[in-house]
């Protein structure tokens, strides 16, 4: 198992995508044109949130159409792999240990040392992808976005949702079942 330096201070030296696909990493980590990024998580609420909204999808999956999976990296380019918090896909998906395909729906929650601005080229890569669906979660500050080609987006309505699905998640619902635990 291979450690990562201290958060903050990428790996400098370069890592071929086979040694990065046959490394574990603890924690497991982005890779972006063959330098290791290591990922803020591991507090309560963001692990709370993963857990609900993994949750949430797997409970309404068959009335969705859809399926959760938590921390799975999608190689969003050749030599790019990224771990969303929650990867939504749809029923009937071709499953691949590695996504190779656009998901529908990924999520990143924030962690008291992320800011939106450096969590930018994770969801520009997600755009670039092809995910029509990439959504931000603020716990500390209980608010929630959604990223797109032209900006992030405030959610309106109190609602998480994906446009064309039954998919609506309230916003408010989510944080006051965080305040529970």
Not at 36 to 42: D, F, Q
Not at 121 to 134: E, G, K, L, S
Not at 148 to 161: D, M, R, W, Y
Request: proline residues 8%; negative net charge.
């Amino acid at each position: 198992m291979a450690t990562l330096p201290k958060y903050g201070a990428p790996r400098q030296e370069f890592v071929s995508v086979r040694e990065y696909l046959n490394t574990d990493y603890e924690p497991d980590c982005d890779y972006v044109d063959g330098r290791l990024e290591e990922r803020n998580l591991g507090e309560h609420d963001h692990s709370i949130l993963q857990t609900l909204l993994a949750h949430i999808f797997m409970t309404n999956r068959l009335a969705w159409g859809v399926y959760a999976a938590t921390e799975t990296r999608v190689q969003v380019k050749p030599r790019n792999f990224r771990i969303p918090d929650v990867t939504v896909l749809r029923s009937g998906t071709p499953r691949e240990q590695i996504l190779t395909h656009p998901p529908l729906v990924v999520i990143e929650i924030l962690s008291p040392r992320d800011r939106l601005s450096e969590i930018s080229a994770r969801n520009q890569d997600y755009i670039q992808f092809n995910i029509p669906n990439v959504w931000i979660i603020d716990p500390k500050t209980r608010s929630a976005w959604y990223d797109t080609s032209s900006g992030l987006k405030p959610v309106e309505n109190n609602q998480l949702s994906v446009p064309g699905t039954p998919i609506r998640i309230s916003v408010s619902e989510l944080f006051a079942e965080l305040d529970t635990v």
